[in-house]
Nanobody, 115 residues
Framework: QVQLVESGGGLVQAGGSLRLSCAASGSILSFNLMGWYRQAPGKQRELVASIDKSGRPNYADSVKGRFTISRDNAKNTIYLQMNNLEPEDTAVYYC?????????WGQGTQVTVSS
């Protein structure tokens, strides 16, 4: 059982930046993918960004050029640097650790972007 703990959310004005962190209780190399998802009120949870074991990132079109996902295997932590934030980025952001047999999720961290 792996526990994921997100941090770094908060309230920011449009155009501002935030950096989310997700610390895992075990080795993140155990997982095929690590990722960030988000869920806005009344909407389905959606993939924001993912990163594989070799560090290759994948981004949703809506965040390309603004968000950067990274990982520190030694610290068992992944990050999401979010720049030029928009009100549409307001959501609860969840960290996910993905294996073929299933996934683990964090409790989420709120990001609110004011216009």
């Amino acid at each position: 059982q792996v526990q994921l703990v997100e941090s770094g959310g908060g309230l920011v004005q449009a155009g501002g930046s935030l950096r989310l962190s997700c610390a895992a209780s075990g080795s993140i190399l155990s997982f095929n993918l690590m990722g960030w998802y988000r869920q806005a009120p009344g909407k389905q949870r959606e993939l924001v960004a993912s990163i594989d074991k070799s560090g290759r990132p994948n981004y949703a079109d809506s965040v390309k050029g603004r968000f950067t996902i990274s990982r520190d295997n030694a610290k068992n932590t992944i990050y999401l640097q979010m720049n030029n934030l928009e009100p549409e980025d307001t959501a609860v952001y969840y960290c996910a650790a993905i294996q073929i047999i299933g996934s683990y999720w964090g409790q989420g961290t709120q990001v609110t972007v004011s216009s």
